[in-house]
């Protein structure tokens, strides 16, 4: 995920663009904890303190005033909260773009389920940042 972020970030700035790319905010978090079913993060008293006001950063400061949403949904996965973004950005009349095809929900990696309403949310699948780039310029 970074490195797609870090790549439309260059490639932007290498094109002239003035593009506003809001990166998600993991990095307090080892990526094992990451990995985790969001059943086992909620057992972390600190973390579950921390949810509330990340989604509604992202729907109130991130979703709400941007032109486009892209969900970063590697191998077609969603989490809630994303999905509940994609819903929101989706209400709002925001064009979405998606890195895979797929929307999966449920225990990542082993026991996912395809989320057909979410699918029906996403406007194009653009697996790259440079073709990402090229629907937003």
Excluded: W
């Excluded at 989706?90 to 773009?97: P, R, S």
């Excluded at 890195?99 to 406007?123: A, F, V, W």
């Amino acid at each position: 995920m970074y490195d797609f972020i870090g790549e439309l970030k260059r490639l932007s700035r290498e094109r002239g663009l003035h593009l506003v790319i809001f990166d998600p905010e993991f990095e307090e978090h080892p990526q094992e904890f990451l990995n985790r079913h969001e059943r086992e993060r909620m057992r972390d008293d600190a973390y579950k303190a921390t949810v509330a006001g990340r989604v509604y950063d992202h729907l109130f400061r991130k979703v709400r005033v941007a032109d486009v949403c892209f969900v970063f949904n590697k191998d077609g996965y969603l989490g809630a909260n994303t999905n509940g973004e994609l819903f929101a950005a989706a209400a709002l009349g925001k064009t979405i773009y998606a890195l895979h095809d797929q929307t999966l929900m449920g225990h990542y990696p082993h026991d996912l389920y395809e989320e057909p309403s979410s699918r029906k949310l996403i406007h194009e699948v653009v697996p790259t940042p440079e073709e990402l780039l090229k629907r937003l310029a």
